[in-house]
């Protein structure tokens, strides 16, 4: 490692010692030190002195160095030992480092005066006056610090009864840590029937307050299970702050998945313990990714005060029965509520009949009830609430919540008569078509019922559809997307925001959409009944003769996948990448959506390269060559295949197989060459791309010209200006520059990715990991207060954004350990040894599925703890560094290289000159060949190879190699630490 010449005021004072002749001419010593490199100093510095030393000779001055915190005072220690002199102490406070915390003494003890008088003494009477004065000041300091002793004890007596009222009162009135909640959104209260008896059964079946108890609501779709179990999620949310209540969709396996890892992230952040969640989520196999989170979710649960779960639309009951909590031992203590339709869940899953509540029907009264809340007010109060006309009404739709409600807001906005209303819903449900009628399958209704829920909800679409000409394509983005937690922003990306406000009022005056309230750092997101979107999906089908390539579906498979790559480009907020996720996976996925190849094609090469950027790389790989097979060979999805093989290039870098990540990048930048201005970023992000292969690959040289081709086109447009990736080419171009040696430049580039992410905030992820790059560049030009600065600024970053990447986990390490090379070179030797242990514990925990971070991360715990002289341990992480480089990278990479030349520099440490030799050599071709003769690099790899070959008694070749290295050194302005 380089360092700038920071010993300057060490020298002035050898300088100011020379000068001052402090030295005789006949000094000589023989010095006995363990640590042979730091002889060598010391003798080095002897010579500047004109001091004799020697190995072997007899009867001299013999020396045993003892090694203080710093060199200047151990070099000072030995000159103690030579020579008295004031000077010599100065010196040696004046590089004693201060203590960390030296409180001032507010009493001084009496045994820290020494009194030894004896009887015979002779004094003369000025000795006696002051013996007698010493006495008598004495007693008054007793007196004083008596007084002072009762004071300071009462002080600390009041101070201990205010911090002891302090807790009790904290105790009482500070609130308890958030808990993971996710919310659980319910309709406007204008529409929302007070089923208090129902609540109340459920609190009564969950009377069992040990172990784990489970209730069940059973019914047919639409009656009102899920805003029922959410009601009294909600209550006893209320009346158990501190317990944990959390929904869970169980619709199918993905949804199941999806709401566990949202369970297991929010009780990681309650439990901090996201490091746990963040190596569950790295395990490549699923079955064992799943088992694992399981397992995590149990401990997090047992450990909590009490929680609930909330299963809604369980119907897989065989398959899914091990998501559900049984044994208290492994669960701890909860509660269960599950709403399916599943009448078989009592034999299944051996529920106690009582524990199940069926929600078949509405009473007559909850009936009439629900239709005067749904209608408003002014309706309660007027003289047209008839409660005998309603039922009548009411005896011809289906009594469940979904209906009654839909069918209120109807008659209320266009202010029909029952009669009215009943006439046009009777022709709507005569007009049903046989396609039409495929709703009615499984429904758990019979076929009347059916048709009139149908009926119902087509009345209101028509009138919904009649209102703007974009509803139509918002109602089909909203059908063949999941239905839960559809981000408002989606439809925005199509239209204004005027006219989605104006959709939703819609949807919101018919009662067919309910509006979820987030955190902050997730979009803002609507919810649809999956009655409701089942409805609209055969609805739209039937009216608009939905062919698998008409154009709606393919804007709508359109709108989908712009928006994902807009996400990715220019956004990645992570909470709402999650969300496309699971809409982009429904979207493929869905086998009644019957769209064209291409279509699914294009949508699934956005999941998978969110699933990239969210760190699932397998399951990103997995979607982008389905995407790959689906696209067909035609031009107008030219830019989607040069984004896919980009993306698939990405995957392979990080799977460590370079070769075919060159041929899919090669291939995206050929296809991005044909096209037209337009994809000018996608061409600058692949150039990139590229680049940043090439420095893994050591061809420096053209990395720089693919990097400084991408970084030139970004500054060109304004619009690509805000790329999130053009911050991450000016990291790698800087990278390229320093590999060869360019350091001006590089820290010039870097600089400005620094400067691009601090002035665009959508940049902020990515400023970490430039303030990273900008630190390991100081450090190695030896700037190392410069490096502390900037590197603490990214550690501050990193915790800031903890969870909402998985990319950036083996950072936390790497910052650590920079930060500790920051702390050697500034000489606080304790803070980087506390540094380095944690780093060591965070790579014990976190296992990478990039192996190239994981072994770069090794490579630096072991240097550090060199600098530290904690040896075994450096031998142990470097030759770990080694094994992972050689399998990954091969022998002849300079990364490799730079391994070896960490390992000669441990062994010449300790004094293994034979291995020392060995790994210095076996890099030297790499470096030869890689980098410019006159790089620094080249520089220190001569000179331990020539301090190497000294040791070794090969004087001639020593000789040539520190005299080429220290050459390049001085030229470069560079010493070695």
Not at 533 to 552: D, S
């Amino acid at each position: 490692m380089f360092i700038l010449d920071k010993t300057i005021k060490f020298k002035r004072k050898l300088k100011e010692i020379k000068q001052k002749n402090l030295l005789s001419k006949d000094v000589t010593c023989r010095l006995i030190c363990q640590d042979n490199q730091l002889r060598r100093n010391i003798e080095k510095d002897f010579d500047i002195l004109a001091i004799r030393y020697y190995k072997h000779k007899q009867g001299i001055k013999i020396i045993d160095v003892k090694v203080y915190e710093n060199y200047p005072l151990t070099f000072f220690n030995v000159l103690k030992q030579l020579i008295t002199h004031p000077f010599i102490e100065d010196a040696m406070k004046e590089f004693t480092p201060s203590p960390i915390f030296s409180p001032p003494s507010i009493i001084t003890p009496i045994n820290s005066v020494s009194l030894n008088f004896q009887k015979n003494d002779m004094r003369s009477p000025t000795e006696e006056n002051s013996s007698k004065e010493l006495r008598k000041t004495l007693n008054i300091h007793n007196i004083r610090n008596i007084f002072l002793i009762k004071y300071l004890l009462v002080l600390f007596f009041l101070i201990s009864v205010t911090i002891a009222g302090a807790i009790i009162f904290f105790r009482v009135t500070v609130p308890s840590p958030i808990l993971p909640q996710q919310p659980l959104p319910l309709p406007d209260k204008s529409v929302l029937l007070p089923r208090t008896s129902l609540l109340k059964r459920i609190t009564k079946s969950f009377s069992n307050k040990t172990g784990i108890s489970t209730v069940v609501l059973l019914g047919c779709g639409g009656a009102g299970k899920t805003t029922l179990a959410r009601m009294w999620g909600q209550s006893y949310r209320l009346h158990h702050p501190k317990a944990i209540v959390f929904p869970i969709n169980a619709q199918d396996r993905d949804s199941l998945s999806n709401s566990f890892k949202e369970l297991a992230a929010l009780l990681a952040k309650f439990l901090s313990k996201q490091a746990e969640v963040e190596r569950i989520n790295r395990i490549k196999n699923e079955a064992e990714k799943e088992k694992a989170r399981l397992s995590f979710i149990q401990d997090g649960l047992k450990i909590s005060k009490g929680w609930v779960l909330l299963y809604d639309n369980l119907e897989d009951l065989e398959n899914f029965a091990s998501y559900l909590p049984v044994d208290g031992s492994m669960w701890g203590q909860g509660k269960v509520l599950i709403t399916t339709q599943n009448s078989h869940i009592e034999s299944i899953l051996q529920i106690p009949r009582h524990n199940i509540i069926k929600l078949d029907a509405l009473t007559e009264e909850e009936a009439v009830k629900l239709f005067t809340i749904t209608r408003g007010p002014e309706f309660s109060q007027s003289t047209y609430n008839n409660p005998e006309k309603i039922r009548r009404f009411l005896k011809s739709l289906p009594p469940f919540p979904l209906d009654i409600s839909v069918a209120a807001q109807y008659i209320q906005h266009h202010s029909l008569s029952y009669q009215t209303y009943l006439k046009e819903l009777n022709q709507q449900s005569d007009r049903l078509s046989e396609s039409e009628k495929e709703l009615l399958v499984s429904s758990g209704k019979s076929e009347k019922e059916a048709k009139t829920r149908y009926s119902i909800i087509k009345m209101a679409l028509e009138r919904i559809l009649e209102e703007n000409k974009y509803f139509k394509i918002f109602l089909l983005i909203t059908s063949f997307i999941d239905c839960n937690n559809i981000p408002i922003e989606l439809l925005e990306y199509k239209s204004d925001a005027f006219v989605v406000r104006h959709f939703l009022d819609a949807l919101k005056k018919y009662s067919l959409v309910t509006e979820n309230s987030r955190p902050n750092e997730y979009p803002q997101t609507f919810s649809l009944h999956r009655n409701i979107q089942n409805a609209c999906k055969t609805y739209l089908k039937h009216t608009l003769q939905l062919t698998p390539h008409h154009l709606l579906l393919k804007e709508v498979g359109d709108t989908l996948t712009s928006y994902m790559k807009h996400e990715i480009v220019y956004r990645q907020n992570f909470s709402c990448m999650k969300l496309l996720s699971t809409h982009g996976e429904h979207f493929v996925q869905n086998e009644r959506l019957n769209v064209s190849e291409s279509i699914r094609g294009a949508v699934a090469s956005m999941v998978g390269s969110t699933y990239y950027h969210l760190g699932e790389t397998l399951k990103a790989k997995d979607y982008l060559e389905k995407s790959y097979t689906l696209l067909p060979h035609d031009a107008s999805l030219k830019s989607l295949y040069c984004w896919t093989s980009a993306y698939l290039g990405l995957i392979c870098k990080k799977l460590g197989d370079f070769h075919t990540a060159t041929l899919y990048f090669e291939q995206s930048i050929q296809g991005y060459k044909t096209l037209n201005d337009r994809e000018q970023e996608g061409y600058a992000r692949v150039l990139s791309f590229l680049g940043s292969l090439y420095l893994t690959l050591n061809k420096f040289k053209e990395s720089e010209t693919l990097l400084v081709q991408s970084t030139n086109l970004y500054r060109k447009s304004s619009t690509y200006n805000n790329s999130l990736n053009f911050p991450v080419a000016l990291i790698h171009l800087g990278w390229a520059y320093r590999e060869q040696g360019e350091y001006q430049q590089a820290q010039a580039v870097t600089k400005e990715a620094v400067e691009k992410c601090e002035t665009h905030p959508g940049l902020e992820t990515y400023l970490g990991q430039a303030l990273k790059h900008l630190g390991s560049l100081y450090i190695e030009r030896g700037f190392f207060e410069e490096a502390k600065n900037v590197l603490e600024k990214a550690a501050n970053l990193y915790k800031k954004h903890n969870g909402k990447t998985g990319r950036k986990y083996i950072n936390f390490g790497k910052i650590d350990l920079l930060l500790g090379q920051a702390y050697v070179g500034l000489g606080r030797y304790r803070e980087a040894k506390k540094l380095a242990q944690r780093a060591e514990q965070f790579f014990a925990e976190n296992h990478s599925d990039d192996p190239g971070r994981q072994a770069r991360g090794f490579a630096l715990l072991g240097d550090i703890y060199r600098q530290l002289g904690l040896y075994p341990k450096a031998q142990y992480y470097l030759k770990k560094s080694k094994a992972l480089h050689l399998e990954l990278y091969g022998k002849g990479n300079l990364r490799t290289a730079r391994v070896n030349l960490l390992l000669g520099k441990l062994y010449i440490k300790l004094a293994k000159y034979i291995d020392a030799e060995k790994v210095l050599e076996d890099s030297l071709p790499s470096y030869q060949t890689r980098v410019p003769n006159n790089h620094p690099y080249i520089g220190e790899l001569y000179v331990y190879l020539g301090e190497t070959y000294t040791h070794l008694g090969d004087l001639q070749k020593s000789q040539k190699f520190l005299e080429e290295g220290r050459s390049i050194l001085k030229e470069r302005g560079l010493s070695l630490l």
